[in-house]
């Protein structure tokens, strides 16, 4: 299966359980792997049959920033299901990390896996 991947997207949104991260906007680390068929767009070079990277980090950031929540549990369930919808990905695993949310910890977070990778493979 081939892959188009995105890691360490840093993004800057208002997430939280508590009133003051309701009033804050804190970092989120993006981790994202997504199934896709590479071979359609190194035949001809052709950005139109791949995965634009670039777009999706800024859809990424777009997103959390119009639909706050307050886990990180609801923002990756909710990230991946738009992301699959909007860019046909047939397969995805996203890793959201909050660095510093807990103290002693580099960060903690979420990893999902949706979608199916056979589907990846038999894509296009």
């Given at each position: 299966?081939?892959?188009?991947?995105?890691?360490?997207?840093?993004?800057?949104?208002?997430?939280g359980f508590f009133e003051w991260e309701k009033e804050i906007k804190q970092t989120l680390v993006i981790d994202l792997a997504m199934g896709w068929n590479t071979a359609k767009a190194a035949e001809n070079d052709e950005l139109a049959k791949?995965?634009?990277?670039?777009?999706?980090?800024?859809?990424?950031?777009?997103?959390?920033?119009?639909?706050?929540?307050?886990?990180?549990?609801?923002?990756?369930?909710?990230?991946?299901?738009?992301?699959?919808?909007?860019?046909?990905?047939?397969?995805?695993?996203?890793?959201?990390?909050?660095?510093?949310?807990?103290?002693?910890?580099?960060?903690?977070?979420?990893?999902?896996?949706?979608?199916?990778?056979?589907?990846?493979?038999?894509?296009?």
């Amino acid at each position: 299966m081939d892959k188009v991947y995105i890691e360490g997207l840093h993004i800057q949104t208002t997430i939280g359980f508590f009133e003051w991260e309701k009033e804050i906007k804190q970092t989120l680390v993006i981790d994202l792997a997504m199934g896709w068929n590479t071979a359609k767009a190194a035949e001809n070079d052709e950005l139109a049959k791949t995965l634009d990277y670039a777009d999706i980090s800024i859809k990424i950031a777009e997103f959390a920033n119009n639909n706050p929540v307050d886990l990180i549990e609801t923002l990756a369930e909710r990230l991946a299901k738009y992301l699959m919808a909007s860019y046909q990905i047939p397969w995805l695993k996203l890793k959201v990390a909050k660095p510093n949310a807990v103290h002693n910890a580099i960060t903690v977070g979420v990893e999902i896996e949706r979608g199916s990778q056979i589907l990846s493979d038999l894509q296009n």
